[in-house]
C-alpha cells in the first residue's frame, strides 16, 4: 500500500541521505520499534494457535496447580499447599516438564509487547527533551516517512495490546505468568519488568463470545500502556488533513476517498484509544475525523484477522458515536449497498470482455490501460466495501446490508474474476516494462523510417513535369526526422508535447499535400500518426503503475473472512475445474497481507523477519491447501465412480468373442461413462499443472505436489476402509499376546485361541477367509485399474504410487500392532525391576489392553490365521503344506496365502510375517521367564533327583521308566503349562514357514529371478559365517549364545531379503536369555509326559494324536527347536543327549532279562509305544533344527530307530 514512500524511505536510509533539517537517527529508532511490532503481532498468532488445553481450560487436569493473579496475595500458602501433597507435587513436576518451552515463548511475547512500549515511550520522550539535534515531535510530523512510521508506531502498540486480549484470554495470561514465575522461582529470576508484565496480563474481562464489551473498555486496557498525549495528537492532526500514505493518487475518484485511506483509517482507529477524552468529549474533531475516514466505512480491518465495527466499539464513547451516527445509517447503508450490487453485473461483463482468451496481449494493454485500471479500481472498491459491510456486528447496519447486498456466490465470483484479471495484467505489464528500451527504439526507428519514407517521396515527385512541391517540404519532413531522434523517454513531459507538436505538424502538411498525391500521402501520414500514439504509449509504461496495480489488489483485509465461504469457493471449484487457475490468482492476491510488515522488518535488517514471514506464509498456504483439497476430493470421488463402474456393472472382456456377443461385451453406455469420468479427471488435472508452482511468502505452494498427496491419501483411504471391512471375521479372532502363563489361569493358556480345547471335527468359518480374501483382491484391483486408467492424466507414476500406498497403509496398521508388543516388553522390564505392585494394581486394565483382541485389519488377519490354525483343533500336515481338522477336510492351505498375496502384495505377507515373529518373541520371554521362575520356585530340585536316578545325559542309562514317570507326575502342573505355549510357538513359526515360501515363490516368478538368485547366494555367504563362527564357538565354556559376526552389508539386506523371502523363520534368533542348564531336561520330559498321547501315523509318517486335548505334535515339536534355538547350540546336542537316554532306557527295559525269559516261552514283546513316540519327536525336532542325521544317530542308535520303522510298516 506504501510501495512509493516506503520504497524511497528504504533507499534514503541505505544511502545515508540528508533529509535536511530531520536527523536520520530518529527514523531509525522508529522504524526499529515499528519492526520489533510486527515481529510480535506475528507471534500473538502464533502462540495463540498453538497455545496448550492445560492453560485454556479450568476443568484440565493440571488446573490444581495453575493459579490466576490472586497466588501473588500469598506466595507461600500455595506453594505449601502443592509441596504437602504428593499428588500436587507429581501434577506439578509432570506440567513443567510438558509446557516449560511454551510458557518461555508466552513470557518473552509478554515481555517483547512492554519492552516495545517502553522503548517508543522513552524515544518520545527523548524527542520532547530535545534529546535529537533539530528534531521534535513537530519536525518529525512535517517528514513524510516519519510521518507514516509515528502513525504506525502508536497504532502498532494498540494493535498488541487488542490481538493480545482477542487471541490469547485474560485467564489464560494469568496462568503462563504465574507458572513462569513459579518454574522460574520468584520475581528476581524472571527480571525487573515483572510488575510491567503483569499488569499488561492482568485479566480485563473482555471475551469474543460477551455481547457487549466490559464498562471502560478497551480505554481503561489502554491507560495501563499510555503513550504521550502530544504525540498522539500530532498523529491525530496529521490523519486530519494529509494523506499520509499517499494513496489518493491510486484512487483520484472522490467517491473512492475512504477506500484510499483505509489503512491510515484502521491505524487512526487504534491511535484515538490513547486519547478516550476525544472519542467522549470532541466533537469537532471527531466530525472531521469521520467525514475524512469513516463516511462509509464504518467496518475497519486493523491487522491479519482483526475487524472492528464503529458503529458498535464507539457505542460508549458519546462524541464518536455523535459524529458516526450523522454519516452512518440504515438507510444510507441500504443504499449504498444497493449501488454496488447494481453495479456488479456490469463489472463482471466487463471483467469478461477483458478475459476472454487471447484478448490480453500487450498491444491490447497499451491501448486500453486506462480502462483496465479503472475496472480493477471499481471492483476492488465494492469488494471492499461488500465483504467488510457484510460482516457488521451492528443487527440493524447489517440487516440493512444484508437486505440489498448481492448474493456472496456472484461475490466470489467477482473476487476471482478480479484477482486473474490483476494476475494478468501484472504478467503483460512487467514484460512491457522490462522491453520498453528495445520497444521504444524500435517505434522510434519505425517512425524515423517511415518520415524518410514520405520525405523521399516528396522528392520523387519534383521530377514530375507539372509538380507544384517544392523542396522545402522535402527539408521540413528532414528536419521532423531530426526532432524524433532527439526525444527520449525518460523524459515524459517534453516527450508528450513533442509528440503533440509533431502530431500538429503533421496534420498542418496533410493539408498542403499535392492533390495528384493525395492518396499516397494520407498512407504515409497515417503510419507516422500511428507511429507517434504508440510511441506516446511505450513511454507512458513506467513503474508508478505497477504501484498502483498492488494499491488495488490489496486484499489484507480480506485475511480470516474467506474461512467462512470455502465451502462456496471448492464448490465453484467442482463446477468448473478451469476456476483452479483463478484460486492461484486469489493466493496472490491474498499475499499481500505480508508486503507492509516485510517491507518495514527488511528496511529495519530484522534477523525477526524470516520467522516473521513463515508465520503468515504457513498460516496462508494452510487456507490454501485446505481451499484447493477440493481437487485431490474430486478427483478421488471421481475415482471411486469408475472403480464402482469397473468392478460391477462392466463386464470382464474375454479373450476370444463371438460376433453375436460383440455388442453385449461392448458395453457402449458404460465405456462412454467410464471416459466421461476419465475426461473430468484430465480437466481437473489440467487446471492444477496451469497453476505452477507459487511462493507464498517464503513457503512454496506446489498444486502438483498438492493433488499427488491428496489422491495417495485418498488411495490409501478408501484401500484401508475396504481392508478394514471385509476382514472383519465373525468368529472372534485370536488375541495376538499371550498372557504371562504364572498370571492366567489355566483354562486361558489351555485354550490360547479362543474356541474349543480339543481336536474339532469342523472348525467354523474355514472358507470365510479365502472367500474375504478373494473380494478384497478384486476391489483392490479395480482400484488399482482404475488409477492405471488415469496415471497419464495426473502425471503420476500409477503402479509406483500404488505399491507405496499399499505398503504405508499396510505398515501403519502393523504399527499400531506392534505398539501392543513394545508396551508388554516395557511392562515386563518394569515388573523385574521392582515395581510388581504398581502392575498388579493396573493389571486389569493392562490386560484388558495389552491382550485384547486386534485392533487393525493386519492384526485381524493375523488373529484369523491362528484361530483357523489351532494347534489344539487341526493337525499340521507338513507333506501337503496344510492344516486339517478331525475329518481330514482343509482348513488351511497355501492357497490361502497365494490368496493373501494376490489381495495385500508383498507388504501384506511382510506384515503378517513381522507380526507372527513379534508374538514369537513375545511367548518366547514368557516361556523362559516361566520356566526360570518354576526352577528357582523348586523345580529344579526334582530335575537334580532325577538327574541323579537316571544319570547325566551322555553318560549311559542308570535308571528306570518309572523314574521319568515319577518326574514327570511329580511336574504335572507346569509340564501342563508349558506344552500349549510351545505349541503356539511352533504354529506362529509354522505359519511364518508358509508366508516366507510365497513371498519366495512371488520373488522368483512374478521378481527379477536374477536378482532372487543373488540374494539367496549372498544370505547363504553370511549365513555360512555365522554357522563357522557358531562353531568356532563350540569349544568355550560360556552357555551363552555367540553372536554372528559384524557384515557391512548386512543392514542393508535386511529389507530386501525379508521381501524376497530369504529369512528362515526356524533359525531366528529372538532373544538372548540367560544360561539355563536345565532346558533340555526340561523339555525332555515335557514330550516324556505327552507320549501316550500320540500314536505314530505310518502313511502320514507322523505323530496322530489319539487324546483330542493334546496338541498337535508337529506345532510342538517345532516349538522345541525354536526355543533350543534361542541357546547355545550346546543345549540341543544335551536335549538330544537326554532324548537318547530315555530311549535307551525302555529299550533296556524291553530287552532285559525278564523280556529275554518271556520271549523264550514264545511270546512275542515289542518295542513300548513310548520309544516310538520319542524317536518321531526327536527325529521331527532335529529336522527343524537342521541337525544332520550323522549327529541324531550318535544319540538315537540307528538300530533302535530302523527297529521302530519296522515295527510299524
Not at 509441596?83 to 506440567?95: G, V
Not at 481336536?759 to 467354523?764: G, K, R
Not at 555360512?1024 to 568355550?1036: G, L, P, V, W
Request: hydrophobic content about 45%; charged content about 20%.
Amino acid at each position: 500500500m506504501m510501495d512509493r514512500s516506503v520504497a524511497s524511505f528504504s533507499r534514503g536510509l541505505q544511502s545515508s541521505t540528508d533529509y535536511g533539517a530531520l536527523n536520520s537517527a530518529p527514523l531509525e529508532t522508529l522504524l526499529s520499534v515499528v519492526s520489533q511490532s510486527h515481529d510480535l503481532l506475528a507471534r500473538i498468532l502464533q502462540l495463540s494457535s498453538t497455545l496448550p488445553a492445560a492453560l485454556q481450560s479450568p476443568g484440565d487436569k493440571f488446573a490444581p496447580v495453575l493459579f490466576d493473579f490472586r497466588f501473588f496475595r500469598d506466595p507461600d500458602a500455595h506453594e505449601r499447599k502443592v509441596e504437602c501433597d504428593r499428588e500436587l507435587t507429581e501434577l506439578n513436576e509432570d506440567f513443567r516438564e510438558g509446557h516449560a518451552e511454551v510458557l518461555e515463548h508466552l513470557y518473552r511475547l509478554f515481555h517483547g509487547i512492554v519492552d516495545v512500549h517502553a522503548r517508543l515511550v522513552d524515544f518520545l520522550q527523548q524527542l520532547h527533551e530535545g534529546f535529537y539535534i533539530q528534531c521534535s515531535v513537530q519536525s518529525l510530523m512535517l517528514n513524510a516517512e516519519g510521518k507514516q512510521l509515528m502513525l504506525e508506531a502508536v497504532a502498532l502498540i494498540g494493535a498488541l495490546l487488542l490481538a493480545l486480549d482477542r487471541q490469547i484470554p485474560g485467564a489464560t495470561r494469568e496462568r503462563a505468568v504465574v507458572a513462569y514465575y513459579r518454574l522460574k522461582g520468584g520475581a528476581q529470576a524472571v527480571g525487573a519488568s515483572v510488575n510491567q508484565i503483569i499488569t499488561l496480563t492482568s485479566s480485563t474481562g473482555f471475551h469474543s463470545s460477551a455481547k457487549k464489551p466490559p464498562a471502560g473498555y478497551p480505554e481503561t486496557y489502554f491507560g495501563r500502556m499510555p503513550l504521550p498525549q502530544e504525540a498522539v495528537m500530532a498523529v491525530l492532526s496529521a490523519c486530519r488533513s494529509d494523506d499520509i500514505y499517499h494513496q489518493v493518487e491510486h484512487y483520484p475518484a472522490p467517491e473512492h476517498r475512504t477506500v484510499a485511506l483505509a489503512h491510515q483509517a484502521a491505524e487512526l482507529y487504534l491511535a484515538l484509544y490513547f486519547v478516550p477524552h476525544v472519542l467522549h468529549k470532541d466533537p469537532a474533531l471527531m466530525r472531521t475525523l469521520v467525514d475524512r475516514h469513516f463516511a462509509d466505512n464504518w467496518v475497519v480491518a486493523w491487522g491479519p484477522g482483526f475487524r472492528s465495527d464503529l458503529a458498535v466499539e464507539w457505542e460508549s464513547f458519546r462524541a464518536a458515536r455523535s459524529a458516526l451516527a450523522g454519516v452512518v445509517t440504515a438507510a444510507r447503508a441500504r443504499d449504498q449497498a444497493a449501488t454496488y450490487a447494481a453495479a456488479l453485473p456490469g463489472l463482471q461483463a466487463q471483467l469478461a470482455s477483458f478475459l476472454q482468451e487471447g484478448k490480453l496481449k500487450e498491444e491490447f494493454v497499451l491501448e486500453h490501460m486506462t480502462e483496465v485500471f479503472t475496472c480493477l479500481r471499481c471492483c476492488n472498491v465494492a469488494l471492499r466495501w461488500l465483504f467488510l459491510h457484510t460482516c457488521s456486528s451492528h443487527k440493524k447496519l447489517h440487516a440493512a446490508v444484508a437486505s440489498s447486498a448481492p448474493a456472496m456466490q456472484d461475490l466470489l465470483a467477482l473476487l476471482l474474476d478480479t484477482a486473474l484479471l490483476e494476475f494478468e495484467v501484472r504478467g503483460v505489464y512487467a514484460v512491457l516494462l522490462e522491453s520498453k528500451a528495445d520497444r521504444w527504439q524500435a517505434q522510434r526507428t519505425a517512425l524515423i523510417e517511415s518520415i524518410e519514407d514520405l520525405a523521399a517521396f516528396y522528392r520523387a515527385l519534383q521530377a514530375l513535369p507539372r509538380s507544384t512541391s517544392t523542396a522545402d517540404l522535402s527539408e521540413w519532413f528532414e528536419h521532423l526526422i531530426d526532432q524524433v531522434q532527439d526525444m527520449d523517454f525518460k523524459d515524459p513531459n517534453g516527450l508528450s508535447r513533442l509528440v503533440q507538436s509533431l502530431t500538429v505538424s503533421v496534420d498542418d502538411a496533410e493539408r498542403f499535400h499535392p492533390p495528384e498525391a493525395a492518396l499516397q500521402t494520407k498512407q504515409y501520414l497515417g503510419t507516422i500518426r500511428g507511429h507517434l500514439r504508440h510511441t506516446l504509449r511505450v513511454a507512458d509504461v513506467r513503474e508508478e503503475l505497477l504501484a498502483t496495480l498492488t494499491a488495488l489488489a490489496d486484499f489484507a483485509y480480506g485475511w480470516g473472512l474467506l474461512d467462512a465461504h470455502v465451502p462456496r469457493l471448492q464448490a465453484a471449484v467442482r463446477a468448473d475445474p478451469g476456476a483452479v487457475l483463478k484460486l492461484r490468482c486469489l493466493f496472490l492476491k491474498l499475499r499481500s497481507l505480508l508486503e507492509v510488515p516485510l517491507l518495514r522488518m527488511g528496511q529495519a535488517r530484522s534477523p525477526a523477519a524470516a520467522p516473521t514471514s513463515r508465520v503468515y506464509s504457513s498460516a496462508l498456504v494452510a487456507f490454501s491447501r485446505r481451499l484447493l483439497q477440493v481437487v485431490p476430493e474430486t478427483v478421488g470421488a471421481l475415482l471411486d465412480q469408475m472403480v464402482v463402474l469397473r468392478s460391477q456393472r462392466m463386464k470382464p472382456v474375454p479373450a476370444r468373442i463371438d460376433r453375436a456377443g460383440l455388442r453385449e461385451f461392448g458395453q457402449q453406455a458404460q465405456r462412454a461413462e467410464l471416459a466421461m469420468l476419465a475426461s473430468r479427471i484430465a480437466a481437473f488435472a489440467q487446471g492444477m499443472r496451469a497453476m505452477e508452482t507459487t511462493f507464498v511468502g517464503i513457503v512454496e505452494l506446489q498444486p502438483t505436489k498438492l493433488l499427488e498427496d491428496g489422491l495417495r491419501a485418498r488411495m490409501a483411504q478408501r484401500t484401508a476402509h475396504a481392508a478394514a471391512a471385509l476382514l472383519s471375521f465373525s468368529n472372534h479372532p485370536t488375541p495376538l499376546a499371550c498372557p504371562p502363563p504364572g498370571a492366567a489361569p489355566q483354562a486361558s493358556l489351555a485354550n490360547l485361541f479362543g474356541g474349543s480345547t480339543a481336536l474339532t471335527a469342523e472348525i467354523p468359518g474355514r472358507q470365510d477367509l479365502e472367500a474375504r480374501l478373494s473380494q478384497l483382491a478384486a476391489k483392490l484391483a479395480a482400484l488399482r485399474g482404475s488409477f492405471a486408467l488415469i496415471q497419464d492424466m495426473v502425471d503420476l507414476p500409477g503402479l509406483a504410487v500404488w505399491h507405496a500406498e499399499l505398503a504405508r497403509v499396510i505398515s501403519a496398521n502393523l504399527a499400531a500392532e506392534m505398539r501392543r508388543f513394545a508396551r508388554i516388553a516395557e511392562s515386563s522390564k518394569a515388573s523385574t525391576s521392582g515395581r510388581e505392585a504398581s502392575a498388579s494394581a493396573n493389571g486389569a486394565t493392562a490386560g484388558t489392553d495389552l491382550y485384547g483382541e486386534p485392533v487393525t485389519f493386519v492384526g485381524r488377519l493375523v488373529g484369523e490365521l491362528l484361530r483357523l490354525t489351532h494347534p489344539i483343533r487341526t493337525q499340521y500336515q507338513p507333506s501337503l503344506c496344510a492344516w486339517h481338522d478331525a475329518k481330514g477336510a482343509e482348513v488351511v492351505s497355501m492357497r490361502a496365502f497365494r490368496t493373501l498375496r494376490e489381495a495385500l502384495d508383498v507388504p501384506g505377507l511382510q506384515a503378517v510375517g513381522a507380526l507372527l515373529a513379534a508374538r514369537t518373541a513375545q511367548m518366547l520371554r514368557a516361556l523362559v521367564r516361566y520356566i526360570r521362575d518354576e526352577l528357582e520356585a523348586g523345580w529344579r530340585g526334582s530335575l537334580a533327583d532325577m538327574r541323579e536316578a537316571v544319570g547325566p545325559p551322555g553318560g549311559g542309562s542308570g535308571g528306570s521308566p518309572s523314574t521319568y514317570m515319577d518326574a514327570a507326575k511329580a511336574a504335572s502342573r507346569q509340564l501342563q503349562t508349558l506344552a500349549p505355549l510351545i505349541a503356539a510357538i511352533g504354529q506362529a513359526q509354522l505359519l511364518q514357514q508358509r508366508t516366507n515360501f510365497e513371498l519366495r515363490s512371488t520373488s522368483r516368478l512374478a521378481g527379477d529371478p536374477s536378482l532372487h538368485s543373488l540374494l539367496a547366494t549372498l544370505n547363504q555367504a553370511i549365513l555360512s559365517d555365522a554357522r563357522q563362527a557358531c562353531k568356532q564357538d563350540n569349544n568355550s565354556q560360556s552357555l551363552q549364545r555367540p553372536g554372528s559376526p559384524v557384515t557391512p552389508l548386512e543392514p542393508d539386506l535386511v529389507q530386501l531379503l525379508a521381501s524376497a523371502g530369504q529369512s528362515n523363520a526356524l533359525e531366528q534368533v529372538y532373544l538372548r536369555p540367560g544360561p539355563m542348564p536345565e532346558l533340555p531336561e526340561v523339555l525332555c520330559l515335557l514330550l516324556f509326559s505327552l507320549h501316550e498321547a500320540y500314536a505314530f501315523q505310518r502313511r502320514l509318517s507322523l505323530l496322530e494324536r489319539r487324546d483330542p486335548r493334546a496338541p498337535d505334535a508337529v506345532a510342538l515339536g517345532c516349538g522345541v527347536a525354536t526355543l533350543l534355538q534361542q541357546f547355545h547350540p550346546s543345549y540341543m546336542e544335551v536335549f538330544l543327549q537326554s532324548m537318547g537316554q530315555c530311549v535307551c532306557t525302555y529299550v533296556q527295559a524291553a530287552t532285559g532279562p525278564l523280556a529275554q525269559g518271556v520271549q523264550a516261552a514264545g511270546i512275542d514283546v515289542a518295542l513300548p509305544q513310548t520309544v516310538g513316540c520319542l524317536v518321531t519327536f526327536a527325529q521331527d525336532i532335529a529336522a527343524f533344527a537342521a541337525v544332520p542325521e550323522e549327529t541324531l544317530q550318535q544319540y538315537l542308535p540307528p538300530f533302535i530307530m530302523d527297529t521302530w520303522l519296522l515295527m510299524t510298516a
